[in-house]
């Protein structure tokens, strides 16, 4: 996360107090949308906030998921903590417009994917490796001896 990014965070007041500043800050969270585990959990209380017609209520349960959220955009998460010897992968997505970076160990590429493919309720995945070794276990075709190997 860069500091612009950071900074922005910080600057989202603590108590909103229009339905505008509500609609504007869910846009800029739905541009996030697919970043945020289980985001429409943690914006409900700022959702329901907008759906009463009459007058805008912001509540303690809006202020606390705007802290929740808060908290969570200030730290994201990490997935697995680099290890002394191991090498590491750099994914780079450049166009004429945005570049963007993951890091990644390269046992933990096929674990992400997988953990993400169950999320999203998918039946079917390909998944493609020249290890023979990894494909195998993933099929479920080859049991590992060693506990450190499942």
């Known amino acids: ?4 990014q950071i900074k922005a965070i910080e600057e989202i007041p603590d108590m909103l107090t229009s339905k505008k ?21 943690k914006c409900f209380k700022l ?7 009459d007058r805008f209520e912001w509540t303690e349960e809006c202020q606390q998921a705007l802290k929740n959220l808060k908290t ?5 998460p990490l997935l697995a903590k680099p290890k002394v010897g191991k090498r590491l992968l750099i994914y780079l ?6 570049v ?11 674990i992400a994917g997988l953990e993400l493919a169950h999320e999203l309720g998918i039946n079917q995945i390909v998944i493609k490796s020249d290890s023979q070794l990894v494909v195998n276990l993933m099929l479920g075709t ?9």
């Open 1 to 4: 996360m860069c500091i612009r």
């Open 21 to 41: 500043e509500v609609q504007r800050l869910i846009g800029r969270i739905v541009a996030l949308w697919r970043f945020i585990s289980k985001s429409s959990e």
């Open 47 to 53: 959702f329901s906030a907008l759906k009463k017609q």
């Open 72 to 76: 969570y955009l200030s730290n994201p």
């Open 93 to 98: 997505d450049v166009s004429e417009v945005a």
């Open 100 to 110: 963007s970076a993951v890091l990644v160990r390269e046992d933990q590429v096929v």
């Open 142 to 150: 080859y049991t590992a001896r060693e506990a450190r190997m499942q």
